[in-house]
């Protein structure tokens, strides 16, 4: 270990300095991190010249258990040193002499510990909606009332969602990463999008999807927070302005059907993201209309599509299981709800007459008891 600094660096051994890196946080430092969480964390591709739009960049051990990543999209890879030389322009021993400085390795001192890594895939899930969500929330609220919002209006009353619904929902628009800087975890802001609030049964503020308006140029249709700054609640009450109708809960696919169907006096509820529903999803309905009182029914709102099939096909059975038999009903033509909103004027009456019609939760619909 003697001579010059220049050469003691150069004694890094690099087994020594990746130990004592956690690659997940190099990454977090020096890539751009999504929200995605479950089936592991992504980045997007460190590379400057390669722009991924989907977040493309996994983490995995190797044989010799060494963390390393992976762009699958580009097919660049690599281990800690590698980013760094990728990402910094540094060369290879300057690399690992940085790395080795982060680490708190010092030439002539003893190493410092190896600490044990946490794996990407253990990263704790909250229990409570961080502030930060809500405060995305409201910036977005902001920003569609300006100018720069103006283009999120008019994509959302092209859906035929009015102002009432908007502002009662606070619903809002994300003009993009570019104009409005978030911390890391909140939806990634690839481009312009609308923001739709979610709300748990008694109308607290509990999650937020983002949505582009140009899901082919964001890589994506749908953001979500991290699930470090919220979990996902699966399920979003809508906020209806008009007089409620005498009608079963509506479980819709997604928030801009439950919105359509809030809209038109509707008690409705969306069903987020394009996971089937689970148990956890079903007792949370069955409670809610526990909540309502006896003989409130539902009814499956399901697009006509296999994914619409597969929701009717899992929840039906969960939720007859718990007591709360839904009806299901398919908009006609190919149709969602929301496309079906827009091209029958008389849709919405349509809707309810065919819901009793029905005959859910093994009753006759005239035994569907009033709003009190
Ligand atoms: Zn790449």
């Known amino acids: 270990m003697a001579g010059s600094t220049y050469d003691r660096r150069r004694t890094w051994r690099i087994d020594d300095v990746l130990d004592r890196t956690d690659l997940s946080v190099l990454l977090d430092e020096l890539a751009t991190s999504t929200n995605r969480t479950g089936s592991g964390r992504r980045w997007h591709c460190p590379l400057p010249d390669h722009d991924d739009h989907r ?5 995995y051990r190797d044989r010799r258990g060494h963390e390393r990543w992976r762009c699958w999209s580009g097919g660049h890879r690599g281990d800690a040193v590698d980013l ?46 961080d502030p930060a969500v809500a405060n995305y929330v409201d910036a977005c609220r902001r920003v569609i009332a300006t100018r720069g919002g103006r283009q999120v209006r008019e994509w959302l ?14 619903i ?17 802001g690839a481009g312009t999008a609308a923001t739709f609030p979610i709300f748990d049964p008694n109308g607290n503020l509990a999650y937020v999807q983002s949505r582009y308006l140009d899901a082919d140029a964001a890589g994506r249709k749908y953001d979500n927070p991290a699930a470090s700054l919220a979990p996902n609640p699966r399920l979003g009450f ?29 008690q409705s509820v969306g ?46 059975p969960l939720l007859t299981g718990l007591g709360h038999e839904p009806a ?31 005959d859910p939760a093994g009753r006759g619909s005239e035994e569907l008891q009033p709003e009190r």
């Open 84 to 129: 760094v030389m990728t990402v910094m322009g540094r060369e290879r021993a300057d690399a690992v002499d940085w790395l080795a400085g982060r680490a708190g390795m010092t030439p002539d001192a003893p190493l410092p510990a190896v600490r044990k890594k946490r794996t990407p895939r253990q990263a704790t899930p909250a229990i409570v909606m």
């Open 328 to 358: 299901v009903v398919t908009p006609p033509d190919d149709l969602d709800l929301n496309e079906w909103s827009r091209s029958d004027p008389d849709w919405s009456e349509r809707l309810h007459d065919q819901i009793k019609g029905l």
């Open 157 to 170: 009353r092209g859906r035929g969602l009015t102002d009432e619904t908007i502002t009662a929902n606070r």
């Open 271 to 316: 069903l987020l993201g394009a996971h089937a529903p689970d148990e956890a999803v079903a007792a949370r309905l069955a409670n809610h209309l526990d909540g309502m009182g006896t003989g409130h029914g539902i009814v499956l709102v399901t697009d006509p599509d296999p994914a619409g099939r597969r929701v009717a096909e899992t929840l039906g």
């Open 238 to 266: 809508a906020v209806s302005t008009v007089e409620l109708r005498d009608a079963p809960l509506l479980l819709c696919e997604g928030m801009p059907d439950a919105l359509t169907a809030a809209q038109a006096g509707f």
């Open 172 to 188: 809002g628009a994300d003009p993009g990463r570019s104009l409005m800087r978030r911390q890391r975890g909140l939806p990634f």
């Open 55 to 59: 977040a493309s960049v996994t983490m």
